[in-house]
């Protein structure tokens, strides 16, 4: 328009600057408060490892053949269950030397662990490899029902002296 004369359309605009800064008061209002309520939710269900027992029942011994190395409880426990003519012993199938799982190999009667090749007679001994140790030994006993009971939390150790007391051999003859 000529002669400077400004006029304003009758549209006004929405978004002032103050209409944005208190809606973005209002979102970050909003966001601790989300935050908040987040944090008390969370609290009330804790961060926990549900873990199995460290104990459990390996059936009759009626069920085990004189001699023979059980596997049946490697992938569930990691525990080798071995009868003798006298009794029982357990074996963590635990390497030590770096902790992998050792294979038994029936053939050539010892127990081989897949990643660097240690060995240990049928006893848990070690005799060959890079294993500073022989395998542990787990508590083993009699339950009040008759089945077998080991726990995996006592733990015996041959170059301590401990398979020869009481719990990291059971006695049993049929």
Known sequence: MPGGDR????????WSRRNLLSLGASFSILGMFGAVT?????MLFPRVLFEPAT?????LPKDYIPGAVDDRWIKSQRVWVIRTDTGFYALIAICTHLGCTPRWLGPENKFKCPCHGSGYTKDGVNFEGPTPRPLERAAIKLADDGQI?????????????????????????S
């Open 38 to 42: 987040l944090a008390i939710v969370r």
């Open 7 to 14: 006029t304003q359309d009758s549209g006004e605009h929405i």
């Open 55 to 59: 104990a459990f029942k390996a059936g």
């Open 149 to 173: 009971l080991v726990d995996k939390a006592m733990r015996y150790r041959y170059e301590l002296g401990q398979w020869d007391t009481p719990g990291a051999f059971l006695k049993f003859s």
